[in-house]
């Protein structure tokens, strides 16, 4: 009985980000759980792969080239999809860089992959949701992947700290708006997750210690487990849920 409450069947799901890492993570996942799928990302190549992998589970999915940081390109891809149940505001960027040593061009354009597109893409994505007469009554659930690093300071972070920061004062925000639609806002923060764009810091050995005796469980978390909570959060099994943060951080916020 309970178990059907994760089911995600009839829904759509939107990811952004989808090619690699996180996002082809939650793509799959979403669509294990029965979701039909439309994934976003800037490669093609990236794309027609995790198409393959989620076609093994009999849904149906979509996918777009898209820059994030071009509005109407955005605009355009989301007026072609008919419907959006689901959003996993992905796609996000990083480079660590030392507070006095930020490059003015990294400032501004993690800025706009990381909050402005996170937000013209969940406002896009809202709009069509509002425009099924009876989304009240199905609901509706955005997660914005955020990071531990929206809830404590780090080490050569401090851009990403504002931005991570910034998503989850989005999300709070957007969860109070969307209520009255039955629309859930949440966010999602891992800990380390070893994927393409961490596993080049991770690198360093130094790091890579500095940061395991951080996290009380002593390891990085697992893609699965990140995607786990997305599809989570996506269910009906979070119904009562909305305008908060699910940390999978190994317990590193606790202490």
Known sequence: MYLKKYNLKNKVAVITGAGKGLGKACAVALAEAGSNIVII?????????????????????????????????MKLIIDKIPKIDILVNNAGTNFPEHFTEVKRSNLEYMVKINNIAAFNFAQLCTLKMLKAKNRKKIGGAIINMSSQMGH???????????????LEGLTKG????????????????PTFVITPMTSKFLKDKRFKKETLNNIPLGRFAEMSEIASAVVFLASDAASMITGTSLLVDGGWTAK
């Open 41 to 73: 990302s800037r490669t093609q190549k990236d794309l027609n792969q995790v198409s393959k992998i989620i076609k093994k589970f009999k849904v149906k999915c979509n996918s777009y080239v898209c820059d994030l940081t071009n509005y109407n390109q």
């Open 152 to 166: 404590v300071g780090g080490p050569i972070r401090s851009v990403y700290n504002m931005n991570k920061h910034g």
């Open 174 to 189: 957007m969860a109070i708006d969307l209520a009255k639609y039955n629309i859930r806002v949440n966010s999602v923060c």
